[in-house]
């Protein structure tokens, strides 16, 4: 092992900036609106300056950088790499499937199943029943509550509407209400499971955490801060 | 008088002082989660503040403003992740004393630092606003392009002790900056521009994403590394006081004084923005603090590093206000949205907003204030139960920031589902090449810094040089602008023969 | 036990779901529980997000639905009209368009307006040329004499080469034969900034603008076929009576409220119906009147016919300019 990860990133960036350089001087290059007497210096002069500083500083770096400060820090183990490679892979399943499935189920999956991996320490295949249980019963659960949810907002919008009592119509306020029915709901359900269950359930535990972090985040940036989470394949 | 009292009694009476302890509160949420930002929060409550008098809707606007620049160091200080880009600079010593089980102390001393730099910009408001306003026109587009170089160049030695690594990260940030369309010429400048000329790269890479791709995404996975530790921190020392004690912000005065009069200028340069003066005050404060036998030295997890740049950043939201009020101009683009709010009820800020509207100047004054010190009050009682999130074993923390972190990333443009898409790719991307930089000891933050002032740099070079008519001296030509370049040159030698000087 | 709940949770949820089933036949529009997004395509505080929020206030009234106001801002004014393109077209969406649209087209940057179908025409808000009070300059004939004299030497600022001021400042250069540095800034603010720190030395300027720099502002010309409506800046004369008898320059911004083409008829309809009735409420007209915006009221087909005009008005200009794509 000659190469530190320090003098390997610098072999990227040499590579990347004679890229970076080579792609600089393919850019197009149209005239500034007005600019007649080409007074502006162009498309390109920042890029290819740019490009040579950051090749003149990587080969610096590859070159010059003392080799004898290795870093002595440990080796990562196996199953953390493990570990870092399943949350890795589920985040970038997480970007490509949340518009088509939806915020509400790609958030409570995730949070279940790495919640579920990470406490593990050697996976088995033995586990994949009781994985994929807990995972329907998740998913089942956060679902229960979030339609729970649009069911009281959207009754509440049409009560509102046809009786004119404005604050029911209003949309904070039914957040506000649906917000406070849900949490009590959820508070509930994990007492009384903890009751019925009286040793520590490790089953429960990310089944509750993944429905109870779901719908924090549909509250506060979906309903207070009135981002549009996508809905995906739950259309209600 | 009879303004300042119409001022007064516009703001100090029950219901307004309900609305801005209101603001407040949901500005330190909005602050604390990443991708939310402070103008997005401002523009958010916009609707409501039609329905209220100027003052009150002011006063809410300034009180969610407020919040959400102080909430930003919440998550900075306790998990490494800046809220907003004016807490980066409060990451390095902040997450370092959370690693030592300080974390209440460093999030007690930010709150404090917020309240000074705040009140202490509100004074200079209050009290040198013409004067500053004149001084904040000096800068064209040279002297901008030149400010932008110092940004860049000061945290290329501030962040790390190898200057190449700084540079050469800065570099990396800068050429992300520049994909997508130029700002001037609609060239489009991103890779196989037929293929993706209509897709989100061709208006290029966003900053909160990226932000939050390598400050959060990539701590979130060194995070991991940890896992068999359970927690991310150590545990926390159990100590009777959170707030610095007097004498500690006393002997701190010079940091503290430098700091608000940075904050306030930056934040006074329309265009500018905090990120180049919470630096610019780290910087000035580890040489305070190099000189000094009193004070701890920076970078090394001490409260003098987290003072430094929340002085700073709260300062800069006086100074924003100060071109908004008296020029019409705003400073940032949080200011920008506030104005907007007495355009919208006929009020013009500026010359008529003196000469006509007086009283609005005070109530806005009054304001603030009040914000600043409903601010002190709630994370009064913030500091001592945010600490807690530390107790979360990393197994379960870490799915939780990472939903949040790509969420954050997707709000920021929340209604436009492709390119918020883009943006949550946008920020893994990045925060797994930040795992990867981080592991092999580059500095993160000139990454981020380049994102942030390279548009701001080409954009006024090309725009000086243009206005020079092609002449590329324009730069040394002019007072301020030669003075940033000597600057920036010093900033770059100054470490090396220091390094020299070491080595030999 | 667990199966039995489990069996519960399943039905419970299958009820809940064929009631949604149900409410989704009806079809109303609009549906009062979603929210109308307008896309304003510059970034809040901006001079064009100042014109549709109150008009966007007044709408709320009108309708059931929540409106709210989006601001997708960059690339000209292209990101936020992309966007909008890309959004089903179901009359929740509605784009705040005008004369940057029109520009933005021209110069390729979006498919724009030949995708979109007009609801509303709103107003326009003419232009003012100024100089800062300590140039030597005191009027329009000082300055065209000026920049004849030493072609180049004098800046003439513009808020971005994508929006009405870029091709406005275009279309007086042309029409004064070139003796301009023509320099684009980034937005109306930065211009301003520039204008009044005298890096730059002519700016077009929106009315409101100078409004607010009046005391450092000296306004030489108004580049619209009538004088300014607004008391302070009556006195500005317009490009005629400043002595150029036939120079057209399109001179101001436009704007208006658009759609995605192949929305459905009976939704336009009622879109425009809520735009009317805003657009003529107390508050918006007073809003208009006192910000000097000039009333252009056209709606749904008219629009279309007067995006033409525009268009004709501006492809000379961005022909000669380089711009047309």
Redesign the interface.
Request: hydrophobic share 40%.
């Given at each position: 092992m000659g190469l530190s990860i320090r003098r390997l990133i610098a072999l990227v960036f040499i590579a990347f900036s004679v890229f970076y350089i080579i792609f600089s001087f393919s850019i197009e290059s149209r005239?500034?609106?007005?600019?007649?007497?080409g007074?502006d210096p162009g498309s390109r002069a920042i890029p290819v300056g740019t490009g040579f500083i950051m090749l003149a500083s990587s080969l610096y770096i590859f070159t010059k950088e003392e080799r004898k400060r290795e870093e002595n820090k440990e080796k990562i183990k196996p199953e953390t790499k493990r570990v870092i490679l399943i949350n890795l892979l589920l985040s970038f399943l997480y970007v490509f499937l949340f518009r088509r499935l939806g915020f509400i189920l790609c958030t409570t999956v995730f949070i279940y199943t790495l919640v579920y991996f990470n406490r593990i320490k050697n996976v088995q295949i033995k586990l994949l029943p009781e994985y994929l249980t807990g995972l329907t019963?998740g998913t089942?659960?956060t679902?229960?509550i979030y339609?729970?949810g649009?069911?009281i907002?959207?009754y509440l919008?049409?009560w509102g509407?046809s009786t004119d009592i404005s604050l029911f119509?209003n949309?904070n306020f039914s957040a506000g209400i649906t917000f406070f029915i849900l949490a009590a709901i959820f508070l509930i359900a994990v007492f009384l499971l903890k009751r019925?269950r009286k040793n520590k359930n490790h089953m429960l535990f990310p089944i509750f955490i993944a429905t109870g972090v779901t719908e924090i985040i549909y509250l506060v940036f979906g309903q207070i801060f009135?981002v549009s989470l996508a809905k995906g394949v739950i259309?209600? | 008088m009879a303004p300042l009292i119409e001022g007064f009694t516009q703001i100090f009476n029950t219901q307004t002082i309900l609305l801005v302890a209101m603001g407040e509160v949901l500005g330190i949420i909005l602050g604390s989660l990443p991708g939310l930002t402070a103008?997005m929060g401002?523009?958010l409550m916009?609707?409501i503040s039609?329905k209220l008098s100027q003052a009150a809707g002011m006063a809410l606007l300034l009180g969610v403003y407020c919040g959400a620049v102080s909430g930003a160091s919440i998550p900075a200080i306790l998990l490494g992740i800046p809220g907003n880009p004016n807490a980066i600079a409060t990451v390095y010593d902040g997450l370092a004393m959370t690693q030592k089980g300080l974390a209440g102390q460093a999030l007690g001393g930010a709150v404090i630092a917020s309240f000074l730099g705040g009140i202490g910009s509100l004074i200079l408001l209050m009290t040198f606003s013409p004067l500053i306003a004149r001084f904040?026109?000096?800068?064209?587009?040279?002297e901008r392009a030149c400010l932008a170089l110092v940004g860049l160049t000061i945290i290329a030695s501030v962040s790390s002790r190898n200057l190449s690594r700084g540079i050469l990260m800065g570099a990396f940030g800068l050429t992300l900056s520049l994909l997508?369309?130029d700002?001037?010429?609609?060239s489009l400048r991103i890779p196989f521009p037929r293929l993706f000329a209509?897709t989100p790269l061709?208006?290029?890479i966003n900053l909160i994403p990226a932000l939050i791709g390598l400050f959060g995404i990539s701590q979130a996975l060194l995070d991991l590394e940890r896992i068999k530790e359970g927690m991310i921190a150590p545990k926390q020392v159990k100590m009777e006081r959170f707030f610095p004690s007097l004498g500690k912000i006393v002997r701190m005065w010079r940091i503290i004084l430098e700091s608000i009069g940075i904050g306030t200028m930056i934040g006074a340069i329309?265009?500018t923005g905090a990120s180049i003066a919470v630096f610019l005050s780290y910087e000035r404060a580890k040489k305070v603090t190099r000189r000094s036998k009193k004070l701890n030295q920076l970078g090394s997890g001490c409260l003098e590093g987290v003072v430094a740049p929340e002085v700073a950043n709260n300062a800069v939201t006086g100074g924003a206000l100060i071109?908004a009020l008296s020029?019409?101009?705003?400073g940032d683009?949080s200011?920008?949205?506030?104005?907007?709010a007495l355009?919208?009820k006929?009020v013009?800020?500026?010359?008529?907003l003196f000469s006509q509207n007086l009283y609005l100047v005070y109530a806005i004054f009054f304001a603030l204030f009040l914000s600043n010190v409903f601010m002190l009050t709630f994370q009064y009682f913030g500091v001592k139960w945010f600490p807690r999130v530390l107790s979360v074993p990393i197994a379960v923390l870490v799915p939780v920031i990472l939903v949040l972190s790509m969420i954050g990333s997707y709000a920021i443009?929340g209604?436009?589902?492709?390119?918020a898409t883009f943006d949550m790719g946008v920020a893994l991307i990045l925060g797994v090449i930040g795992y990867f930089l981080k592991k092999g000891d580059y500095p993160i933050a000139p990454i981020v810094l380049g994102i942030i002032l390279g548009g701001m740099f080409e954009?006024n070079f090309r725009?000086a040089v243009?206005?020079a008519?092609g002449n590329y001296l324009v730069f040394f030509t002019k007072p301020i602008s030669l003075a940033f370049i000597v600057l920036s040159l010093i900033s770059v030698v100054l470490p090396l023969l220091r390094q020299r000087r070491r080595g030999a | 036990?667990e199966k039995k709940s489990?069996f519960l949770?399943?039905f419970?949820?299958v009820f809940?779901?064929s009631?949604?089933a149900e409410?989704?036949k009806e079809e109303v529009w609009p549906d009062?529980?979603k929210?109308i997004?307008v896309?304003v395509p510059y970034?809040?505080?901006?001079g064009t997000?100042?014109i549709f929020?109150?008009l966007?206030?007044e709408m709320k009234k009108f309708t059931?639905a929540?409106i709210?106001?989006?601001?997708?801002s960059?690339?000209?004014s292209s990101?936020g009209t992309?966007?909008v393109l890309?959004?089903p077209a179901d009359g929740y969406t509605l784009l705040a368009s005008g004369t940057h649209t029109v520009s933005a087209t021209l110069?390729?940057?979006t498919d724009g307006y030949k995708e979109l179908e007009g609801i509303a025409g709103l107003n326009w808000d003419p232009f003012i040329v100024a100089v800062l009070k300590e140039k030597p300059w005191q009027n329009m004939q000082d300055l065209v004499s000026a920049a004849k004299k030493n072609p180049?030497?004098i800046?003439?600022g513009?808020a971005?080469?994508?929006g009405a001021t870029?091709v406005a400042?275009?279309g007086m250069?042309l029409a004064f034969g070139?003796v301009?540095?023509?320099?684009?800034?980034?937005g109306g603010?930065?211009l301003?900034?520039?204008v009044?720190?005298?890096?730059?030395d002519v700016g077009i300027f929106s009315q409101?603008?100078i409004?607010?720099?009046?005391?450092?502002l000296k306004p030489l010309v108004i580049l619209y076929n009538e004088r300014s409506r607004l008391k302070d800046l009556n006195g500005v004369p317009t490009l005629k009576e400043a002595g150029f008898e036939n120079l057209d320059v399109p001179g101001g911004s436009f704007r208006s409220i658009s759609v995605k083409k192949g929305t459905p008829e009976h939704i336009k309809d009622k879109l425009i119906e809520i735009v009317r009735q805003a657009y003529n409420s107390q508050t918006y007209q007073n809003?208009m009147k006192?910000n000097g915006l000039i009333l252009a009221y056209y709606e749904g087909k008219e629009l279309d016919e007067y995006f033409k005009k525009i268009e004709q008005a501006y492809i000379t200009i961005m022909r000669e300019?380089?711009?047309l794509r």
């Open positions: 005239r500034m609106i007005g600019d007649e007497k007074w019963a089942i659960f679902l229960l339609s729970l649009r069911f907002t959207r919008y049409s509407r119509t949309s019925w009135m259309f209600w | 103008t401002i523009a916009l609707p039609f904040t026109l000096l800068f064209g587009p040279a997508g369309t700002p001037f010429s609609s209509k061709s208006s290029g329309p265009g071109p020029l019409g101009i705003p683009s200011t920008a949205v506030l104005l907007s355009l919208i006929g013009v800020p500026g010359y008529q443009q209604r436009a589902i492709l390119a954009e725009r243009k206005l008519e | 036990m489990l949770l399943i419970t949820l809940i779901l009631n949604y409410g989704q009062p529980e929210s997004t896309v970034s809040a505080g901006g997000d100042l929020r109150p966007v206030e059931e929540n709210i106001v989006s601001n997708i960059g690339a000209g990101k992309n966007e890309n959004l110069q390729g940057l180049g030497t800046s003439l513009n971005g080469m994508g870029g400042s275009v250069n070139g301009f540095n023509v320099t684009p800034f980034n603010k930065d301003r900034v520039n009044l720190g005298g890096h730059c409101s603008e409004l607010a720099n009046q005391d450092k809003f006192e300019a380089g711009l």
